[in-house]
């Protein structure tokens, strides 16, 4: 919306006027972040302002945003009338968000915003007190040098198993905290409840579970880390991180700023895993806000999104007051229909990792008071749950090499279904895959550099259930009369508590060689058997491994042959 020169120059003084008005009266100013709302006439506008600015949210033709005053000074020269807002993370008192009296205490009902220092100690010692089940992973460090860190929790937290990865992030933008308290929660509530609910074990034992509750922890305690008042939405250097990501649509650097330290650190983090599933959390509005951001097409799997946002949405109806995620379509947003944004943290999950990632947005108010943060827990935590099991349905399997029975890092392809990247890959050491998909049937062509690609047609898939589809690609290199180690389904009963009884596949008098490896290629079992002439089978026990997938390897003379074994 552009006007006359003159106009310009008189909406230019009047914010600049408003804004040091409104400076004047602030006891907490963070350098360059200012909070405004100004009108638009048109949608279309936003297509120009996100580049500019910080776009946080739009009703109707009200737009409200964040700026440094470099972008702000560039919005009022574009003639639009801007109105100063009192910063979210100073509208409370540090009493508020911090009781008098509060204290580490129980964590599963604590209701305050930690210091940075007990945020570190929290979670440190859910690592120290759940050793088993619980790790911390470093993810870097901020531009003023707080830990960034992440804890993985699983059965086998030290290895990278044949199941699927899910990541929980919170406070990207550093005055939306309301996810950040309820991580804290969920990491919690996973823990203590492993080996009690039924639910959560089974959980634990099929994921590997990523939550890193802070991500921008400069934002966040820009106050000082003995609070959260003052909070800010950019990092340290005055860049919103949630815009500084690599975009599908806009290149590498939309929002003309070089990658962040934050920035960097989680794209490695990223590029390290083999993220499934995820999701990030703001406040500011309460939506599912799904894919994309950036552009106006829908995703390859947008009635997955509608299903498992409305699955989301819907449970939080039963336990949270009347009215809330109660606008957009019942809670729930595509989110350039919403407001456009490049450079955003979902869209470069979605494009670039293929893992479907959403954008949750939890509570109106960013920063909330301490006395609500049980309360929104309780509206939630159900959901969160909800959504984590979403990753271990769709079609999911370990995909090997037909000859060696190695696993393969293959890519997974749904001609016909597939755009913008939406195909995954399997992982290693393992070969697992994930497609997450909605119910119908499909054709998933599997295909690895130096083997022959194989599509299986009429793949049926059900919401809220797995369809497991192991897959054999078979080397280019492999010659007809060439020995090889040949697939055999010789293991039962499978899934087994650990006797199990191996079908030979041939008869004679020989000796037969047994051996087991984890997914990451360790041998964790051998033995030497006799076998006697018409012997059918043998028995092994096998019990004292720890629950899992298994290769199991029969040697039969020059022959050998392979099949895999879940241990309960």
């Avoid at 639009?80 to 009902?109: F, M, W």
């Avoid at 550093?174 to 308290?181: A, P, Q, R």
């Avoid at 957009?328 to 989110?335: A, L, Q, V």
């Avoid at 070969?431 to 550099?449: H, K």
């Amino acid at each position: 919306m552009m006007k006359s020169v003159l106009g310009s120059l008189v909406a230019l003084w009047l914010c600049l006027q408003g804004f040091s008005l409104y400076s004047q009266n602030q006891q907490s100013q963070h350098s360059g972040e200012i909070y405004f709302s100004f009108e638009i006439a048109s949608p279309f506008e936003l297509e120009t302002l996100t580049r500019i600015i910080s776009i946080d949210n739009v009703t109707g033709n009200l737009v409200r945003a964040y700026a440094n005053m470099v972008g702000f000074q560039k919005i009022a020269e574009m003639g639009y009338v801007c109105d100063i807002l009192a910063h979210p993370g100073d509208l409370l008192t540090k009493e508020q968000l911090r009781p008098p009296g509060s204290g580490k205490g129980s964590l599963t009902n604590w209701d305050y915003y930690p210091t940075y220092q007990e945020y570190i100690d929290f979670m440190y010692d859910f690592a120290a007190t759940y050793p088993d089940i619980c790790i911390v992973v470093p993810i870097g460090t901020s531009v003023l040098g707080r830990e960034i860190i992440a804890l993985k929790i699983s059965d086998n937290v030290n290895d990278s198993e044949a199941e699927p990865e899910f990541f929980y992030t919170s406070s990207i933008h550093g005055d939306e905290t309301t996810g950040y308290v309820l991580m804290l929660h969920l990491i919690d509530h996973l823990l203590s409840n492993y080996g009690i609910d039924p639910r959560i074990s089974e959980m634990v034992n099929t994921t590997e579970i990523f939550i890193n509750p802070l991500a921008n922890p400069d934002g966040t305690y820009w106050g000082g880390n003995n609070s959260v008042y003052g909070a800010r939405r950019f990092n340290a250097n005055g860049i919103d991180l949630n815009r500084n990501y690599p975009d599908p649509e806009d290149g590498p650097h939309p929002d003309g700023n070089a990658w962040q330290a934050e920035t960097i650190h989680f794209m490695a983090f990223a590029d390290s895993n083999h993220f499934v599933m995820g999701a990030n959390f703001h406040g500011g509005a309460e939506v599912f806000n799904y894919p994309w951001d950036t552009w106006a097409k829908l995703a390859a799997d947008d009635l997955w999104w509608q299903f498992v946002g409305r699955e989301y949405v819907d449970t939080v109806y039963l336990y949270g007051p009347w009215n809330y995620f109660s606008g957009f379509n019942n809670g729930i947003t595509n989110g350039y229909q919403w407001y456009t944004i490049s450079g955003g943290r979902q869209d470069f999950m979605n494009y670039w990792h293929a893992d479907r990632e959403v954008t949750l947005e939890i509570s109106d108010i960013k920063l909330l008071p301490a006395s609500q943060l049980l309360n929104y827990w309780e509206y939630n935590y159900r959901s969160l749950l909800n959504y984590m099991d979403e990753v271990n349905y769709g079609v999911q399997g370990v995909i090997t090499d037909s000859v060696t029975g190695e696993p393969l890092q293959a890519r997974i392809l749904i001609p016909g279904h597939d755009s913008d990247n939406s195909y995954v890959d399997s992982k290693l050491p393992s070969g697992f895959y994930s497609r997450l998909l909605y119910e119908g049937t499909y054709g998933l062509r599997f295909s690895s550099t130096g083997y022959f690609p194989k599509t299986v047609y009429n793949v049926s898939v059900t919401n809220r259930e797995t369809t497991y589809l192991d897959i054999e690609l078979v080397p280019l290199n492999v010659a007809q009369n060439e020995p090889r180690t040949e697939r055999f389904s010789m293991v039962y009963p499978n899934p087994s508590d650990g006797e199990i009884e191996l079908t030979l596949p041939e008869t004679g008098r020989f000796k037969a060689n047994v051996s087991c490896f984890s997914m990451n290629g360790n041998l964790v079992f051998s033995t030497e058997l006799d076998v006697s002439d018409g012997q059918a089978a043998v028995r092994l026990d096998i019990g004292n491994l720890s629950a899992g997938l298994y290769l199991v390897r029969l040697v039969l003379g020059n022959s050998s042959y392979t099949d895999r074994v879940v241990i309960r």
